[in-house]
């Protein structure tokens, strides 16, 4: 094994050991917090469902947001739990815990694309040297796509693993340690398509270790280690 698998496996097995310690004044960054209060019909209000986080579509902030439903074609927010009933055929569903946030890019006021951003600002920690989450991005093959910022800046995110549902990405947030940064997450549209792209997000969390680089034996190693530990601790 090279030392650079050897250095993702230690990572891997470091990072399945991490708990929502030293995240600063950042809350709710496994989305464990929401409560359902129902707006109408498969609506509910956002700031209940998302309890830290602000969602704006276009600079425009929202008060509602979808709960177990996705749209088809309009850009907004949903949070699902295990009730969630995926029609896409993609695997889609709850990454991690009750709830999973899904921010969707899509059509809205006069049937402009839009993209859609989860936003959060807070104190990064000190000594902090990565962003890890769990994702998966769902665009159908078209030119829809997501990123991640802080402070304004585009974070570079690496894959370092995978799992059933998800990836897990990793980004070098070092410069920012000790700072307060607004985080944003950004599902965008493909501005030739009209329908919705969905972006699954879960496990947002602050590391003191840094991001190694991956290689192809590593990843698929690390996957298998990542699912085996999420096994030994259903059982346990």
């Excluded at 496996?9 to 950042?26: H, I, K, P, Y």
């Excluded at 493909?190 to 969390?205: G, K, M, N, P, V």
């Amino acid at each position: 094994m090279k030392p650079r698998d050897v250095s993702i496996l230690c990572f891997a097995f470091l990072c399945a050991g991490l708990s929502a310690r030293a995240q600063g004044n950042f809350q709710n960054l496994g989305f464990e917090s929401a409560t359902i209060v129902p707006l109408g019909t498969e609506a509910v209000y956002f700031a209940q469902a998302f309890p830290g986080w602000t969602g704006s579509i276009e600079g425009v902030q929202q008060s509602s947001a979808w709960y177990d439903s996705l749209t088809m074609s309009s850009a907004g927010f949903s949070i699902i739990d295990s009730n969630y009933v995926n029609i896409s055929f993609e695997p889609g569903g709850v990454i991690q815990g009750n709830f999973t946030a899904v921010v969707m890019s899509g059509l809205s006021g006069v049937e402009q694309p839009s993209a859609a951003t989860l936003s959060q600002t807070g104190l990064v920690p000190a000594g902090m040297e990565s962003l890890l989450f769990k994702a998966l991005f769902e665009n159908f093959g078209t030119l829809a796509s997501f990123d991640v910022t802080l402070g304004g800046q585009t974070l570079s995110l690496v894959p370092v693993a995978s799992g059933a549902n998800y990836t897990l990405y990793g980004a070098d947030i070092s410069a920012w340690a000790g700072q307060t940064a607004e985080l944003d997450f950004t599902a965008f549209p493909d501005t030739q398509h009209e329908l919705a792209a969905y972006l699954y997000l879960d496990s947002i969390q602050f590391s003191d270790l840094p991001i190694p680089e991956p290689g192809v034996f590593g990843l698929s190693v690390l996957g298998a280690l990542l699912l085996g530990w999420r096994a030994l601790g259903r059982r346990g």
